[in-house]
C-alpha cells in the first residue's frame, strides 16, 4: 500500500498513514532495541477493509541485521516454535531489580521498628 497506494487485498486507494512514534514508556507504534533509540514503525491502514501493513524507513534496517542487537535471520532453518529466552543481561537486571526492591522493603522495615522501640 505504501508504495502502490492501493489495499492488495481490496483494490481501495483509501489509504491512511499512521506515523511511527515513540511516546512515555515506548508507547505508539515502534520496535525497542536494548540500550538504543526505538525504531519507528509507520503503518498503512486500509479504511475500507482494515487491512494494514508495517514499514521501517530505510535508513533504520540496519539495526536488524542478522546478529546485530539480537535479530535472528528469518529462513527455512528458522523454527518460530522455539520458546522465548531471555538474554543474560535481561534476567541480571530482573534479579537487580528484585534486590533493590527488597533492600528498599528491609530497610523500611527496620526503620519502622527503630521507630516502634521509641
Ligand atoms: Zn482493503
Not at 512514534?21 to 479504511?47: D, H, K, Q
Request: a positive charge; charged letters at 20%.
Amino acid at each position: 500500500m505504501k508504495n502502490t497506494k492501493k489495499c492488495p487485498k481490496c483494490q481501495s486507494s483509501d489509504i491512511v498513514k499512521i506515523k511511527g512514534e515513540c511516546g512515555p514508556y515506548g508507547r505508539g507504534n515502534n520496535i525497542a532495541i536494548s540500550g538504543r533509540t526505538p525504531v519507528l514503525v509507520n503503518r498503512y491502514l486500509c479504511c475500507s477493509c482494515g487491512f494494514s501493513e508495517e514499514w521501517i524507513n530505510q535508513g533504520d534496517i540496519k539495526n536488524f541485521v542478522e546478529g546485530k542487537n539480537g535479530f535472528d535471520r528469518y529462513s527455512k532453518e528458522f523454527h518460530d516454535d522455539q520458546p522465548t529466552t531471555h538474554p543474560m543481561s535481561y534476567i541480571i537486571l530482573k534479579i537487580t531489580a528484585v534486590m533493590v526492591i527488597a533492600f528498599i522493603i528491609s530497610l523500611l522495615l527496620m526503620w519502622l521498628l527503630i521507630y516502634l522501640k521509641r
